[in-house]
């Protein structure tokens, strides 16, 4: 599902890549609560989307976090309600151990 549409309700996965000059390792913990928050808030709100994770690299100050969501555009506006600028929203094919 690469679209913005709803579709039959499925969720896709989406990386939100965010350039983050400055940040270090010891805030990347209340930007993660943000994500959640604002995830949560939207999930309440009527549009499905679930914060999974986050992955900072601090080398190259990003961080990538890792959505659930119906669209692209759903993620895109979770991630902006935490406040959060990001350079892209993607959808990703996200494999975990078992699965």
């Given at each position: ?52 994770s986050?992955t ?19 993620v ?24």
């Amino acid at each position: 599902m690469g679209s913005d549409a709803v579709g039959d309700g499925d969720t896709a996965t989406y990386l939100v890549e965010c350039y983050m000059p400055g940040l270090t390792p010891g805030k990347l913990d209340a930007l993660a609560q943000r994500a959640q928050q604002a995830a949560d808030r939207s999930s309440r709100g009527g549009t499905a989307v679930w914060y999974r994770s986050v992955t900072f690299v601090p080398q190259d100050e990003m961080s990538f976090f890792l959505f659930e969501g119906v669209s692209r555009r759903s993620v895109a506006e979770a991630i902006e309600r935490a406040g959060l600028s990001y350079e892209r929203v993607v959808e990703v094919v996200h494999l975990a151990p078992g699965k």
